[in-house]
């Protein structure tokens, strides 16, 4: 079952901060999240595991709250760079898969 | 350079034909996953492989199908083709079998159009 994403779209400053939410209908096991640009493959941020961690890239930044499946992807002071679509992988549930939600198209202008 | 390749890059094939995309995962890897992007879409996961096994079934149609060779290169095959399967076609590689607590490496993506 497909990840929830919120919100569908943001458009931002540069130097302002967002939030991208994911959560799931069912147990996780680890949550993945990648940046893609217009017509390029998906590249990886972080991975995060269950146990309520929270991991930091740079500016980029996630937590996973296990209890309540879900994951946050912070991105502080955003830059020009940060601008593509954000996807939440996750896996869980019976088959051990990676499935990503739909994606947050960030913009960030200068 | 994510170190896995796909080819070919783009395909323009009318509809009712069959095609087959190659992948070659990263040196070492042994998992393959398949995945779909329609246009502006998100990411459908299709079919995993394992080390020449099928691991997981995702929402792959019955006229696709897909195989890992020994080798570990993987081919994804498309048969009766109809418009709305045109697509960007991504495969990725990791180093696991039954965790996903890794990363997946994505290759660059076949770019399908159906006509």
């Known amino acids: ?110 | 350079d994510s170190g896995v390749t796909q080819t070919p890059k783009h395909l323009i094939t009318a509809t009712g034909q069959r095609v087959t995309l190659r992948c070659s995962p990263r040196s070492g890897d042994l998992s393959v996953y398949w995945y779909q992007q329609s246009l502006d879409q998100g990411l459908q996961f299709l079919i995993q492989y394992y080390n020449g096994e099928e691991r997981a079934k995702g929402n792959i149609l019955e006229r696709f199908s897909a195989q890992q060779f020994p080798d570990l290169h993987s081919e994804l095959n498309l048969s009766s083709l109809e418009l709305g399967d045109s697509a960007l076609y991504f495969c990725a590689s990791s180093g696991l079998r039954d965790s996903l607590n890794t990363e997946a490496f994505f290759g660059q993506g076949t770019r399908l159009t159906v006509v």
């Open chain 1, 1 to 110: 079952q497909q990840p929830v994403q919120s919100p569908q779209a943001v458009i931002l400053r540069e130097g302002e901060d967002a939030v991208i939410n994911c959560s799931s209908s069912k147990a996780l096991y680890s949550v993945h999240w990648y940046r893609q640009k217009h017509g390029e493959a998906p590249v990886f941020l972080m991975i995060l595991l269950k146990g309520g961690e929270q991991k930091g890239h740079d500016k980029i930044s996630a937590s996973f709250n296990e209890k309540k499946q879900q994951s946050s992807l912070y991105l502080t002071a955003s830059q020009l760079s940060y601008s593509g679509t954000y996807f939440c992988g996750t896996e869980g549930g019976s088959a051990r898969q990676l499935t990503f939600g739909s994606g947050t198209q960030l913009t960030v202008l200068p």
